[in-house]
């Protein structure tokens, strides 16, 4: 099976992802061709051309090792057991060096908790890291956390992935509540400065998904102005696509968001 | 040798090109690395990391093979040894198809002869489209034309190469006197339906450069709008790139330039 590959027109790059088998059915041999290379294969069809392929594939899987989500956290001064977790993704398609998938994210969030504690502020809530492992190869690492902290998820206030690049921040994804989305527009207020004041329709990301889904728990994405989806999976994927300006702006949003989420005095349900 | 590939940055593209050895000194094994591993390099060095690459090069020479200009023209009705000679090259880089560089060049100038073939404009000089080979490789297509017609050279009125790219049309660079430049611009005047009308400051071509050179020809080139760097010489150089209307248009801007330098009564100086 041959997909074009999934993102905008690059310049002949294919961009590799997941395969998924079911048991018992036929394991079919997959493979992602670039934007040009299907546009072509599809002329030649298009033509009645018989289209012999020869492909040379590289993919496999390795046996299972271990591997652990990172988790750094700020616990709260006076709920110490309603958290809101922040975080992205460590692990990363080879094919680059996974700068904007999802290094750039790890990095925001991870500053995000970094900020708060440089500048001393010990909000009302605990404040959670967490850099999820094996998200493109199976959310092991988002499954995990839910399972691990299955009866603490109902005190869990809100979940924010910044899994989308950290181009230009303009907002967040957010899904919850029509309470919550009025107080999350509220807070959004405050990004107006870098115009990061947007709240979207939907929120969520692959790693807080189990959990979101388990507890219903308010979940944001952080979004930005970006071209994420022509160089995720791709070998392009390097940090040299990475501006620092916009990685201190993106950490600043969910600083913000985070924070006001975490000390202001009633709960965002 | 190692170099940054020549272009602006692409998505972990490399550019391939020619190499070239002084007969007698060491033949120094190159190649080309995309912008963003120069920049890894880069930043290893600056750390002070010793670099050792592991490279895998394919690049080797063929023995010589037999390869030809393809040659046509419209005789002209009044003075048919005055000629305008115009074309692009059908060589090409294999790591592409060569749409770009330089079968756009091709098929634009191409079209402009047949253009005038088909609205039975027979101008007063003769215009002759000239498809050169190996361009890439040693120009000897463009330097056996120059030695095929040496004595016919000084009755070469112009040569017009197209071989960067066939995007929107913004009109021709020029190399000559003055006065063929005065009289250039106010052919190009006719072109300001389709903004194509702006002479630039130089004109010329691989192909066309060693006649022009002999002969001291007035040389031009179809310049236009497009990221011809991002493409030439990569993977990227596929027949996608190339919107139709756009060839049609740098097809009208050569036919234009060119019938008008055939037909006018004065000859370009």
Known sequence: MLVRAV???GLRTPHTGALTYVDGQPQIPAAAVSTEDAARLQRMVDRGTTVRLKLMMEAHFLPDADSANVVGEIRGRELPDEVVVIGGHIDSWDVGTGSTDDGGGCVATWEALRLMKKLNLRPR???RVVLWTNEENGTRGGNAYRDRHLTELPNHVAMIESDGGVFTPTGFG???????RAKARDIATLL???H??????TGGGADIGPSVQQANIPAFEL???GNYFLIHHTPADTVDKIEPLEVSRSAAAVAVMTYVIAEMPERLR
């Open 174 to 180: 957010f899904s919850g509540s029509d309470a919550a």
């Open 7 to 9: 993102g905008p027109p």
């Open 192 to 194: 107006a400065g870098i």
């Open 125 to 127: 809530r605990t404040v």
């Open 223 to 225: 979004e930005n102005n």
């Open 196 to 201: 990061a004041d947007t709240i979207g329709p």
